[in-house]
């Protein structure tokens, strides 16, 4: 059904039928004359000619003869005919003193269903659903309320409706209580006034020029006059909507109180929210008022459950006697005999009533003191009262005697926190058991940033909160587009459709977080043992078990017995416990595996980080004010920024993959770009308190985040602020470097150390301080700790857990250390040596040298190799360049099988998303190729010679490489990049063109040409050189040498000229502008590009053995007889976490570096505080100066 057809078919008008006089003065005019019809007026307020007679003609007589009885009183149900609505739509009201506003509204009848006009404002008009609803009742005569009370109750009851979401009722008329509303959301209501939801119920009968509005889904402009004549009233211009009650009469009011109040009652039986149960709360707003409102307040106070009521004292009339009653009146409702006469006299004065009239109204007074709990008086003039608007809200929740539970449902409904927080999490309080983390779950789903604030500094942990079913709950909750975006991610990820009503699980989610983050990132909802507990823990119970704290223990770790308790502390409670290595308390022999498979039917599913769970879900809810709340408490925010900002930016490109709204993406790529600036600015304070710690933030493992550290998260991001920020280039200069302690002349130092090794002995070194916050190989920790314990191997193990990175050794190796110079000076001299070889050797910048001069040397023998001639059985050099590249290749494997991923298939993925990667890959498999076909006779031999000269061209690109380290060198090598890999389309079109004209060319200039290969050949092969300026002018004109021509053949002269002008005038061009364009748009940031690609390179020779090829394959030896001894050893998981650029902290360490981060995040948000509020403050400083001058002016 449409929506004009239903607004017709469920509403109705009134319409009188019937003339009976209001006067009762007999006139016997037969017919009626014109005085009769111009004079005389029915009972519902109409002249006898403003009458509709369709149905019966108009009446000749007025009365019957004397002797004839009186007529019947005038009745709605008898007098009335009720016709389908005629008036409904727009009204566009033109009062040009005020802003323009529009409002819906409808003509309805008195015995309207309330059910239909909520349909009608719910589902037609698309207003919001209250959250509370205020009936402003008062005096509809106009009346002056003092600036205090005016502005207490202008601003009180607009803030109150805004904050809450709540509509309110009014008459709707431009007079009265109605005009101050409306003068409230005209000052108070904001600049969007789609958003009010201010609803005028008002008789139909007292509209002035109510004629205008008729039409059937019209847009009436609406001029109110304002007419001090006129009996009749004008709309308010500021409600937003307005059911006009149609009861038959004219210029009389009432007949809307009744469809008002069934309207109100039905309201309340609306649902707050649709996750509570409460019903929408009402309350009664008085201003002023007549004796009518006496018997509304009593109304109101005496149904169950009652209405509060709100008086504004101050305001006048009605409100003032209450207010003076309420003071002056206990529970028992007495007054004192002089008092009581005092206020009958006064009730008597300000109503201009009689003396019984008066007594009447006092004794409904009295009644309504009855109830006196439900009604509270605002004094606008004392100081000791609270904020009007929440003045308001506290009546309601003490006049609803709700439970502290359902009130807090209320303010959260409301998203007033500050009144939970004054009025309902109040000291002494006795919380139901669950209520409290139904209060957060619900606080999170509502994205109530406040509430879930208020809830945590009063005690609530995310530990005791957070569940297994409560975060799939929030995971499964219904979002809209967001849901569908996230459902769309599973599907992405599990490369099948999700069945209609599908549940997402954490293991689910545990998948969209490393398809999102990419690389060997592995989530914690996809570990193994997390997976095998989820799993027999929903077999067990055939359900979703909802867990115990998630804090309590560590599942899988350490044994019950190890596990320690620590207190619950209020507010920011830390879940994130400090790293610890492999557990020293359980035999070597037993594994992680094994002690998760004894223990795992008692220990619970829980997680160690608790507020980085709920904070990815807030960034993959898209729900970015909630998730920067939640990155500021808990553990380690500057990987947390990363971390959120790696999600959003994944999150926009699979956004324009998907081809989805491009709002979407921009929106994600914004909340990415917040987040990355927020991961900056706390480096930036940190870096600028203590350089040594915030080095330590960039690369310290991080159990939550899969053991990445900041960096690499960082890295994988593409954030490349930060990775060129200052912090993050002097870590990466400190690991290019390692020991070495050089500032001049580093590279030829280098170089001649290595010709001459007994130069290294003269090279200064840094001491342990100075290399504190740099990571180490694992290899060198333990190359270390080896040689400073030439007698105490045994406990290599413990040492190792108890390592103190800040001071580079732990105690136990100081006094050994100390203990060993009196025993072994000659062990430790010798040491000294060895270590400082050891240290020079496995620098990365000496890693670099020696690998560079050692490709040096094998280009020069590739080079001599392919120069000569080549024999039948390989000379010396040769055999060195096939050593050189089969070595090579080994080492290639290494980096591919060490990476990080487990899977196979994902380490290759990785490695091959490198371009030098698969350089080298083509590179080496032509080689072998090569090597293949050169052991046979010819013609082998020779495919294999040219295959060793077009694999000489990889190998001697990759130089290129080698400069990109180069500070001056590296920004150029950067741009080439952007330009080639840019340059694609454009290469394209050149390409269309070319082929356009060559073949033209070719077909026309040989048209008897056999089919051969060749043919390609000649099409492209003199096009593409005139590209480069040579026309082959010889040849333009083909009939010249005199030699017969073929036919057409002078076309291709044109063809040339035409293929030139655009190829060689429009398109080069366009190459070299869109080259030139690249260049100037690189030069600002290429510093930064190739700051940001250093780490790459720094990555590359940090990892690499130090021994370059061919000698690799001696540090291959040694990797392999190491790994053999670990499996041996039982300890074959030992350098899980060992890999990449990590800094390995004791747990004291990283509990100073936690404290270090947070007093960081701290600082920088009192920064941002004061920041803004000094903006604020030179804002309102220019405002004040400019009004100054103004004045003076």
Same mark, same amino acid.
């Given at each position: 059904?449409?929506?004009?057809?239903?607004?017709?078919?469920?509403?109705?008008?009134?319409?009188?039928?019937?003339?009976?006089?209001?006067?009762?003065?007999?006139?016997?005019?037969?017919?009626?004359?014109?005085?009769?019809?111009?004079?005389?007026?029915?009972?519902?307020?109409?002249?006898?000619?403003?009458?509709?007679?369709?149905?019966?003609?108009?009446?000749?007589?007025?009365?019957?003869?004397?002797?004839?009885?009186?007529?019947?009183?005038?009745?709605?149900?008898?007098?009335?005919?009720?016709?389908?609505?005629?008036?409904?739509?727009?009204?566009?009201?033109?009062?040009?003193?005020?802003?323009?506003?529009?409002?819906?509204?409808?003509?309805?009848?008195?015995?309207?269903?309330?059910?239909?006009?909520?349909?009608?404002?719910?589902?037609?008009?698309?207003?919001?659903?209250?959250?509370?609803?205020?009936?402003?009742?008062?005096?509809?005569?106009?009346?002056?309320?003092?600036?205090?009370?005016?502005?207490?109750f202008t601003k009180g009851l607009i803030t109150a409706a805004r904050s809450t979401?709540?509509?309110?009722?009014?008459?709707?008329?431009?007079?009265?209580?109605?005009?101050?509303?409306?003068?409230?959301?005209?000052?108070?209501?904001?600049?969007?006034?789609?958003?009010?939801?201010?609803?005028?119920?008002?008789?139909?009968?007292?509209?002035?020029?109510?004629?205008?509005?008729?039409?059937?889904?019209?847009?009436?402009?609406?001029?109110?006059?304002?007419?001090?004549?006129?009996?009749?009233?004008?709309?308010?211009?500021?409600?937003?909507?307005?059911?006009?009650?149609?009861?038959?009469?004219?210029?009389?009011?009432?007949?809307?109180?009744?469809?008002?109040?069934?309207?109100?009652?039905?309201?309340?039986?609306?649902?707050?929210?649709?996750?509570?149960?409460?019903?929408?709360?009402?309350?009664?707003?008085?201003?002023?008022?007549?004796?009518?409102?006496?018997?509304?307040?009593?109304?109101?106070?005496?149904?169950?459950?009652?209405?509060?009521?709100?008086?504004?004292?101050?305001?006048?009339?009605?409100?003032?006697?209450?207010?003076?009653?309420?003071?002056?009146?206990?529970?028992?409702?007495?007054?004192?005999?002089?008092?009581?006469?005092?206020?009958?006299?006064?009730?008597?004065?300000?109503?201009?009533?009689?003396?019984?009239?008066?007594?009447?109204?006092?004794?409904?007074?009295?009644?309504?003191?009855?109830?006196?709990?439900?009604?509270?008086?605002?004094?606008?003039?004392?100081?000791?009262?609270?904020?009007?608007?929440?003045?308001?809200?506290?009546?309601?929740?003490?006049?609803?005697?709700?439970?502290?539970?359902?009130?807090?449902?209320?303010?959260?409904?409301?998203?007033?926190?500050?009144?939970?927080?004054?009025?309902?999490?109040?000291?002494?309080?006795?919380?139901?058991?669950?209520?409290?983390?139904?209060?957060?779950?619900?606080?999170?789903?509502?994205?109530?940033?406040?509430?879930?604030?208020?809830?945590?500094?009063?005690?609530?942990?995310?530990?005791?909160?957070?569940?297994?079913?409560?975060?799939?709950?929030?995971?499964?909750?219904?979002?809209?587009?967001?849901?569908?975006?996230?459902?769309?991610?599973?599907?992405?990820?599990?490369?099948?459709?999700?069945?209609?009503?599908?549940?997402?699980?954490?293991?689910?989610?545990?998948?969209?977080?490393?398809?999102?983050?990419?690389?060997?990132?592995?989530?914690?909802?996809?570990?193994?043992?997390?997976?095998?507990?989820?799993?027999?823990?929903?077999?067990?119970?055939?359900?979703?078990?909802?867990?115990?704290?998630?804090?309590?223990?560590?599942?899988?770790?350490?044994?019950?017995?190890?596990?320690?308790?620590?207190?619950?502390?209020?507010?920011?409670?830390?879940?994130?416990?400090?790293?610890?290595?492999?557990?020293?308390?359980?035999?070597?022999?037993?594994?992680?595996?094994?002690?998760?498979?004894?223990?795992?039917?008692?220990?619970?599913?829980?997680?160690?980080?608790?507020?980085?769970?709920?904070?990815?879900?807030?960034?993959?809810?898209?729900?970015?004010?909630?998730?920067?709340?939640?990155?500021?408490?808990?553990?380690?925010?500057?990987?947390?920024?990363?971390?959120?900002?790696?999600?959003?930016?994944?999150?926009?490109?699979?956004?324009?993959?998907?081809?989805?709204?491009? @709002?979407? /993406?921009?929106? &994600?790529?914004?909340?990415? *770009?917040?987040? $990355?600036?927020?991961?900056?600015?706390?480096? !930036?304070? +940190?870096?600028?308190?203590?350089?040594?710690?915030?080095?330590?933030?960039?690369?310290?493992?991080?159990?939550?985040?899969?053991?990445?550290?900041?960096?690499?998260?960082?890295?994988?991001?593409?954030?490349?602020?930060?990775?060129?920020?200052?912090?993050?280039?002097?870590?990466?200069?400190?690991?290019?470097?390692?020991?070495?302690?050089?500032?001049?002349?580093?590279?030829?130092?280098?170089?001649?150390?290595?010709?001459?090794?007994?130069?290294?002995?003269?090279?200064?070194?840094?001491?342990?301080?100075?290399?504190?916050?740099?990571?180490?190989? @694992?290899? /060198?920790?333990? &190359?270390?700790?080896?040689? *400073?314990?030439? $007698?105490?191997?045994?406990?290599?193990?413990? !040492?190792? +857990?108890?390592?103190?990175?800040?001071?580079?050794?732990?105690?136990?190796?100081?006094?050994?250390?100390?203990?060993?110079?009196?025993?072994?000076?000659?062990?430790?001299?010798?040491?000294?040596?060895?270590?400082?070889?050891?240290?020079?050797?496995?620098?990365?910048?000496?890693?670099?040298?020696?690998?560079?001069?050692?490709?040096?040397?094998?280009?020069?023998?590739?080079?001599?190799?392919?120069?000569?001639?080549?024999?039948?059985?390989?000379?010396?050099?040769?055999?060195?360049?096939?050593?050189?590249?089969?070595?090579?290749?080994?080492?290639?494997?290494?980096?591919?099988?060490?990476?990080?991923?487990?899977?196979?298939?994902?380490?290759?993925?990785?490695?091959?998303?490198?371009?030098?990667?698969?350089?080298?890959?083509?590179?080496?498999?032509?080689?072998?190729?090569?090597?293949?076909?050169?052991?046979?006779?010819?013609?082998?031999?020779?495919?294999?010679?040219?295959?060793?000269?077009?694999?000489?061209?990889?190998?001697?690109?990759?130089?290129?490489?080698?400069?990109?380290?180069?500070?001056?060198?590296?920004?150029?090598?950067?741009?080439?990049?952007?330009?080639?890999?840019?340059?694609?389309?454009?290469?394209?079109?050149?390409?269309?063109?070319?082929?356009?004209?060559?073949?033209?060319?070719?077909?026309?200039?040989?048209?008897?040409?056999?089919?051969?290969?060749?043919?390609?050949?000649?099409?492209?092969?003199?096009?593409?050189?005139?590209?480069?300026?040579?026309?082959?002018?010889?040849?333009?004109?083909?009939?010249?040498?005199?030699?017969?021509?073929?036919?057409?053949?002078?076309?291709?002269?044109?063809?040339?000229?035409?293929?030139?002008?655009?190829?060689?005038?429009?398109?080069?061009?366009?190459?070299?502008?869109?080259?030139?364009?690249?260049?100037?748009?690189?030069?600002?940031?290429?510093?930064?590009?190739?700051?940001?690609?250093?780490?790459?390179?720094?990555?590359?020779?940090?990892?690499?053995?130090?021994?370059?090829?061919?000698?690799?394959?001696?540090?291959?030896?040694?990797?392999?007889?190491?790994?053999?001894?670990?499996?041996?050893?039982?300890?074959?998981?030992?350098?899980?976490?060992?890999?990449?650029?990590?800094?390995?902290?004791?747990?004291?360490?990283?509990?100073?570096?936690?404290?270090?981060?947070?007093?960081?995040?701290?600082?920088?948000?009192?920064?941002?505080t004061q920041d803004l509020y000094s903006s604020q403050m030179n804002r309102i400083?220019?405002?004040?100066?400019?009004?100054?001058?103004?004045?003076?002016?």
């Amino acid at each position: 059904m449409s929506h004009k057809s239903w607004i017709e078919e469920t509403f109705s008008k009134r319409d009188c039928v019937k003339f009976i006089p209001s006067s009762r003065d007999l006139h016997r005019c037969i017919p009626v004359c014109q005085v009769c019809q111009s004079l005389i007026r029915c009972c519902c307020g109409r002249l006898m000619a403003e009458h509709s007679w369709q149905k019966a003609p108009p009446p000749t007589v007025i009365f019957p003869d004397p002797e004839h009885n009186l007529p019947e009183d005038w009745s709605l149900e008898l007098h009335t005919r009720a016709s389908p609505t005629n008036a409904y739509g727009t009204i566009d009201f033109q009062d040009s003193a005020t802003r323009g506003c529009r409002a819906k509204f409808v003509r309805v009848s008195v015995d309207s269903k309330p059910e239909a006009l909520l349909q009608l404002m719910l589902r037609e008009w698309q207003m919001d659903r209250p959250k509370l609803l205020f009936s402003v009742h008062g005096g509809s005569e106009n009346f002056t309320l003092t600036p205090k009370v005016k502005q207490a109750f202008t601003k009180g009851l607009i803030t109150a409706a805004r904050s809450t979401g709540a509509w309110i009722l009014t008459d709707g008329i431009n007079t009265g209580v109605s005009k101050y509303v409306g003068e409230a959301v005209k000052t108070f209501g904001g600049h969007n006034l789609r958003k009010r939801n201010t609803v005028g119920v008002t008789p139909w009968g007292v509209i002035d020029n109510n004629t205008d509005l008729i039409g059937r889904d019209v847009f009436r402009p609406y001029q109110p006059l304002g007419n001090p004549l006129s009996k009749r009233a004008d709309l308010n211009s500021f409600h937003s909507h307005f059911l006009l009650v149609d009861d038959g009469t004219l210029g009389k009011y009432g007949c809307q109180e009744g469809v008002r109040k069934k309207l109100e009652k039905h309201i309340q039986l609306l649902k707050i929210h649709p996750r509570f149960n409460q019903r929408v709360p009402m309350v009664c707003v008085i201003v002023e008022g007549g004796p009518a409102i006496v018997s509304t307040v009593l109304d109101y106070v005496s149904n169950n459950p009652p209405v509060p009521v709100f008086v504004f004292e101050g305001s006048g009339r009605a409100a003032d006697l209450f207010a003076f009653l309420h003071k002056h009146t206990d529970s028992d409702r007495q007054l004192d005999a002089d008092i009581k006469e005092g206020f009958l006299l006064r009730i008597g004065e300000v109503f201009g009533v009689d003396r019984k009239e008066a007594s009447r109204l006092c004794a409904l007074l009295l009644e309504c003191m009855d109830h006196r709990q439900s009604i509270t008086i605002f004094d606008s003039e004392s100081e000791d009262h609270m904020a009007p608007d929440a003045a308001i809200l506290n009546t309601i929740l003490k006049g609803t005697k709700a439970s502290a539970a359902e009130q807090l449902s209320m303010t959260l409904a409301w998203d007033r926190a500050d009144i939970a927080q004054k009025s309902v999490l109040v000291y002494g309080q006795h919380w139901p058991v669950g209520s409290l983390e139904q209060a957060m779950l619900d606080a999170l789903v509502m994205d109530r940033v406040s509430f879930v604030k208020l809830l945590i500094d009063n005690g609530m942990t995310m530990s005791h909160f957070l569940t297994v079913d409560r975060l799939e709950e929030l995971y499964n909750m219904p979002q809209g587009q967001t849901d569908h975006f996230l459902h769309h991610l599973v599907e992405d990820v599990k490369q099948t459709s999700l069945p209609p009503g599908y549940r997402l699980s954490l293991i689910d989610m545990g998948l969209v977080i490393e398809y999102l983050i990419g690389g060997a990132y592995r989530s914690t909802y996809t570990r193994k043992h997390f997976r095998t507990a989820y799993n027999r823990l929903q077999d067990k119970e055939g359900r979703r078990v909802s867990t115990s704290s998630m804090s309590e223990q560590k599942i899988g770790i350490i044994p019950n017995s190890q596990r320690r308790g620590s207190p619950q502390e209020p507010h920011f409670f830390r879940t994130a416990q400090p790293y610890k290595r492999k557990d020293q308390n359980v035999p070597r022999t037993t594994s992680v595996k094994a002690v998760w498979s004894t223990e795992l039917c008692e220990a619970p599913l829980v997680f160690s980080f608790n507020f980085n769970d709920v904070f990815v879900w807030a960034v993959l809810q898209q729900r970015q004010q909630m998730a920067l709340f939640l990155w500021q408490h808990g553990e380690e925010a500057l990987a947390r920024a990363t971390v959120a900002c790696k999600l959003y930016r994944s999150m926009a490109f699979k956004a324009r993959q998907s081809s989805m709204d491009d @709002h979407i /993406a921009e929106q &994600f790529k914004a909340y990415s *770009l917040e987040f $990355g600036q927020l991961a900056v600015n706390v480096l !930036d304070c +940190a870096f600028r308190q203590n350089e040594k710690m915030a080095m330590k933030l960039l690369t310290s493992e991080m159990e939550a985040w899969s053991h990445f550290t900041s960096l690499q998260i960082a890295v994988s991001s593409c954030h490349r602020p930060f990775v060129s920020h200052s912090c993050t280039q002097s870590l990466l200069t400190d690991l290019w470097t390692g020991p070495l302690n050089m500032r001049k002349n580093s590279y030829l130092k280098i170089i001649l150390s290595l010709l001459l090794p007994p130069a290294i002995l003269l090279l200064e070194f840094k001491s342990k301080a100075e290399m504190c916050h740099v990571p180490q190989s @694992h290899e /060198a920790i333990l &190359f270390g700790r080896d040689t *400073l314990k030439p $007698g105490a191997r045994h406990d290599e193990t413990d !040492d190792m +857990a108890n390592q103190d990175a800040e001071h580079g050794l732990s105690s136990q190796d100081r006094a050994r250390v100390s203990g060993s110079e009196d025993l072994f000076p000659i062990t430790l001299c010798t040491v000294s040596w060895i270590t400082r070889l050891y240290e020079f050797y496995t620098a990365p910048v000496v890693k670099f040298w020696f690998h560079t001069m050692s490709y040096l040397a094998f280009l020069m023998l590739f080079s001599y190799t392919i120069l000569v001639k080549m024999d039948d059985q390989p000379g010396v050099q040769e055999w060195l360049v096939i050593l050189y590249i089969l070595t090579t290749a080994v080492e290639k494997t290494r980096e591919v099988l060490m990476s990080e991923p487990r899977k196979l298939s994902h380490k290759l993925k990785i490695w091959f998303s490198e371009y030098w990667n698969v350089s080298d890959f083509i590179a080496i498999v032509i080689f072998l190729f090569a090597l293949v076909m050169r052991w046979h006779a010819d013609p082998y031999r020779t495919v294999g010679r040219i295959a060793y000269c077009l694999d000489f061209i990889f190998w001697f690109v990759r130089v290129m490489d080698l400069l990109a380290v180069n500070q001056h060198a590296g920004p150029y090598l950067t741009m080439i990049t952007k330009m080639t890999s840019n340059m694609f389309f454009i290469v394209v079109m050149m390409a269309i063109v070319l082929l356009s004209f060559g073949v033209s060319r070719k077909a026309i200039l040989s048209p008897d040409e056999d089919p051969s290969w060749s043919l390609a050949r000649d099409v492209v092969f003199q096009p593409y050189w005139m590209i480069y300026g040579e026309v082959y002018a010889s040849e333009i004109d083909p009939c010249d040498d005199g030699h017969p021509c073929a036919p057409a053949s002078f076309l291709t002269a044109f063809l040339q000229a035409v293929y030139m002008f655009f190829q060689y005038i429009i398109m080069v061009n366009i190459l070299i502008a869109f080259f030139n364009n690249i260049y100037f748009d690189m030069a600002s940031t290429s510093n930064k590009l190739w700051k940001y690609n250093r780490y790459r390179y720094i990555m590359t020779y940090l990892d690499r053995p130090w021994l370059p090829p061919p000698l690799i394959l001696l540090s291959h030896m040694s990797f392999a007889l190491r790994a053999i001894y670990k499996r041996l050893n039982g300890n074959a998981e030992g350098d899980e976490r060992s890999s990449g650029l990590k800094l390995y902290l004791a747990r004291d360490d990283r509990k100073k570096l936690h404290e270090f981060e947070e007093k960081c995040v701290q600082a920088y948000l009192y920064e941002k505080t004061q920041d803004l509020y000094s903006s604020q403050m030179n804002r309102i400083g220019v405002t004040a100066d400019r009004r100054n001058v103004h004045d003076g002016g």
